[in-house]
């Protein structure tokens, strides 16, 4: 039982998302906050249906991509495919009761779950770009990455979603809830734009 949490096996180890969903080349890692509680369904777990996911991140992200014309297909084949991955700044499966509490410490960059998020250094080493989804995310990349200052932002304000900063390969956004879902399209339609700039996936935007 791992220490941290108390499961055997973190859900990115249990699904192999190295060995099955990392993209030849990683055009962009996107990094979001924890996979749920015990009984959620995981970021990498293939639906039965697409259309009908309840994994909110999840369907928001592929058929905004999609809708982008980003990915190929709005499934996780044309999600790996075409250059993407998707982690958490937390991989233990975690209560809401205790996100919550760690969501509020991100804040001011005292989430102790962030302190040491060394399994996100070699991914965002090798990504192009890397798409920060909320406070426990920009917590954590702020602690491993000297380039992403702690600053306090609003990142459910202007100039969010957007690049951190001038040039910068770090888009930040809100992480996708059932509370903010219909908002998902237009912070896709924001990441293209951040995406055709930069030239990341060259005649796909």
Not at 4 to 23: A, D, F, I, S
Not at 67 to 86: S, V, Y
Not at 181 to 200: E, H, K, M, P
Request: proline share 4%; net charge positive; with cysteine.
């Amino acid at each position: 039982m791992l220490a941290c949490c108390g499961v055997t096996l973190h859900p990115w180890n249990r699904y192999e998302v190295e060995r099955q969903w990392l993209p030849g080349s990683l055009r962009c890692l996107i990094i979001g906050e924890n996979p749920g509680d015990t009984d959620s369904q995981y970021f990498y777990t293939v639906p039965q249906s697409y259309d009908r996911d309840r994994v909110v991140v999840r369907r928001c992200l592929l058929h905004g991509l999609y809708d982008q014309k980003l990915i190929r297909e709005a499934t996780l084949e044309g999600f790996r495919d075409a250059g993407f991955l998707f982690d958490h700044a937390i991989r233990c499966p975690l209560s809401q009761a205790v996100v919550k509490a760690e969501h509020r410490a991100a804040r001011r960059y005292a989430s102790s779950r962030v302190e040491n998020p060394t399994h996100l250094l070699s991914l965002m080493s090798h990504a192009t770009a890397v798409w920060v989804m909320g406070h426990i995310a920009s917590n954590a990349v702020a602690n491993v990455c000297g380039a992403f200052s702690k600053k306090q932002r609003r990142i459910s304000k202007h100039p969010y979603p957007g690049e951190l900063e001038a040039d910068s390969r770090f888009f930040l956004s809100e992480y996708f809830t059932r509370w903010n879902q219909n908002d998902s399209v237009q912070i896709c339609r924001a990441f293209a734009q951040f995406a055709r700039v930069r030239g990341i996936f060259g005649d796909a935007v």
